[in-house]
């Protein structure tokens, strides 16, 4: 786990971002999984594989046109991450075992993306 937020990343009590995507830990011990929990209690888990499929990067995602440029079908299910990082206070960045690092994933997108929304 990186831990609780306010020793990675504190958020002042001014800040905009609504509960439902400020993340309070940020969890990694298993390089199979990145798990955030929320503000509002909900938590959020991701295969190391999804985040991949879902990177943002213009290596992955047109610049221009938005569509995607990695086929799906091209990361395998079971790869790991070998870190994940704070960018600012609004995103995380991984570095995954096939060394694609260039993503950002705010938490506003990881929130709306998330996997277990559509079971609940």
Known sequence: ??????????FPASNPMSSATQPVR????????????WADGHTTEYSTAQLRRLCPCAQCIH??????????ASVPDDLTQRDVRLVGNYAIAVQFADGHNT???TFVALRAKD????EG
Not at 1 to 10: A, D, F, R
Request: a neutral charge; glycine letters at 12%.
């Open 1 to 10: 786990m990186l831990g609780p937020l306010p020793s990675i990343s504190p």
């Open 63 to 72: 610049e221009l046109t938005g569509r995607q440029l990695l086929d799906p």
């Open 103 to 105: 993503g950002i994933y």
């Open 26 to 37: 940020i969890g990694r011990r298993d390089p199979a999984r990145v798990v955030i929990e």
């Open 115 to 118: 996997p277990g929304a559509a």
